[in-house]
């Protein structure tokens, strides 16, 4: 490990607690916007990623940018990519915080439970390079947590001997959560599905979707379609260091997918190699 002196400013940052804060203020946010007539208003605008941006993916992105806007006051150097405002220069480019605020903004404007703030910093430009990830479930109010080779944590408790893999008698995966759940993406994968998996479910956060790999609460999870870092940088690592397996099969290196705002590939996470592959070939 490198000499403390040696190590970017923002990487000694406390994470955290800035987390937890900006957690506190998208609370207020969605406090003041309880329902879905109130959530469903939009600003006009389209967001750095694509999407038509709701007045509270903005008000949420706001509270989240007030704690980068702090660390970075109190010395630490940084670039933010975000769902919303896209790349921010925060003084270096050596270390990348990824966020999205509200991963799920379906569902929030829809007044369903499942949402999340989703937060990554990485020392370097690909999945492989997260050193810290942060999930939000505002739904259930669990909070996420890993840090690179120090396993993974759920409400501050160290995730350690989750469960096994569960297969059913003739072989197929027990459960397994999908995303970019549109019909024409489900079509082409319904055969694959089939053949490997018993049971599905579409939670609508892919966050939240790959978090319950870490402590095995389902046994695969994948996207039917291409997923932006923003959506999926900080469960990644935190199904990783709760002993998943994790691949994005557009790439050769399975971790080779870039901490930007494109959408690039899919991603796959499973509780073995088996089925790792297993699922990998249903999107391949």
Same mark, same amino acid.
């Given at each position: 490990?490198?000499?403390?002196?040696? =190590?970017?400013?923002?990487?000694?940052?406390?994470?955290?607690?800035?987390?937890?804060?900006?957690?506190?203020?998208?609370?207020?946010?969605? %406090?003041? %916007? &309880?329902?879905?007539?109130?959530? +469903?208003?939009?600003?006009?605008d389209r967001g750095e990623g694509g999407d038509r941006?709701?007045? +509270?993916?903005?008000?949420?992105?706001?509270?989240?940018?007030?704690?980068?806007?702090?660390?970075?006051?109190?010395?630490?150097?940084?670039?933010?990519?975000?769902?919303?405002?896209?790349?921010?220069? $925060?003084?270096?480019?050596?270390?990348?915080?990824?966020?999205?605020? #509200?991963?799920?903004?379906?569902?929030?404007?829809?007044?369903?439970?499942?949402?999340?703030?989703?937060?990554? =910093?990485?020392?370097?430009?690909?999945?492989?390079?997260?050193?810290?990830? $942060?999930? $939000?479930?505002?739904?259930?109010?669990?909070?996420?947590?890993?840090?690179?080779?120090?396993?993974? $944590?759920?409400?501050?408790?160290?995730?350690?001997?989750?469960?096994?893999?569960?297969?059913?008698?003739?072989?197929?995966?027990?459960?397994?959560?999908? *995303?970019?759940?549109?019909?024409?993406?489900?079509?082409?994968?319904?055969?694959?599905?089939?053949?490997?998996?018993?049971?599905?479910?579409?939670?609508?956060?892919?966050?939240?979707?790959?978090?319950?790999?870490?402590?095995?609460?389902? !046994?695969?999870?994948?996207? #039917?379609?291409?997923?932006?870092?923003?959506?999926?940088?900080?469960?990644?690592?935190?199904?990783?260091?709760?002993?998943?397996? =994790?691949?994005?099969?557009?790439?050769?290196? &399975?971790?080779?997918?870039?901490? !930007?705002? *494109?959408? %690039?590939? &899919?991603?796959?996470?499973?509780?073995?190699?088996?089925? #790792?592959?297993?699922?990998?070939?249903?999107?391949?």
């Amino acid at each position: 490990m490198p000499p403390m002196s040696s =190590v970017p400013s923002a990487l000694q940052a406390d994470w955290l607690t800035a987390c937890r804060a900006a957690v506190a203020g998208m609370r207020t946010v969605l %406090h003041e %916007h &309880p329902t879905s007539r109130e959530r +469903i208003v939009e600003t006009g605008d389209r967001g750095e990623g694509g999407d038509r941006t709701l007045v +509270i993916d903005q008000q949420a992105e706001d509270a989240v940018f007030a704690q980068l806007d702090a660390l970075h006051d109190a010395g630490a150097r940084f670039q933010a990519i975000s769902e919303e405002r896209g790349v921010i220069d $925060y003084g270096a480019e050596d270390v990348r915080v990824v966020i999205d605020p #509200l991963d799920g903004s379906l569902n929030a404007k829809r007044g369903m439970r499942s949402y999340s703030l989703s937060i990554a =910093v990485a020392d370097g430009p690909t999945m492989a390079d997260v050193v810290f990830g $942060y999930v $939000y479930d505002f739904g259930v109010g669990e909070e996420w947590t890993a840090r690179r080779g120090e396993g993974a $944590y759920l409400d501050g408790h160290q995730l350690v001997h989750p469960p096994p893999e569960r297969r059913m008698d003739d072989g197929r995966l027990e459960l397994v959560t999908i *995303e970019s759940s549109d019909p024409q993406y489900m079509g082409p994968a319904m055969e694959g599905l089939a053949r490997h998996v018993h049971r599905v479910r579409a939670i609508g956060s892919i966050a939240i979707s790959m978090c319950q790999l870490a402590p095995a609460r389902v !046994d695969g999870m994948l996207t #039917l379609w291409r997923t932006r870092a923003v959506d999926i940088a900080a469960a990644q690592l935190i199904a990783r260091e709760g002993g998943a397996h =994790v691949a994005f099969p557009a790439f050769d290196e &399975p971790l080779g997918a870039p901490l !930007d705002l *494109e959408p %690039h590939s &899919p991603v796959v996470g499973a509780r073995s190699a088996e089925g #790792l592959a297993q699922l990998v070939s249903i999107v391949s």
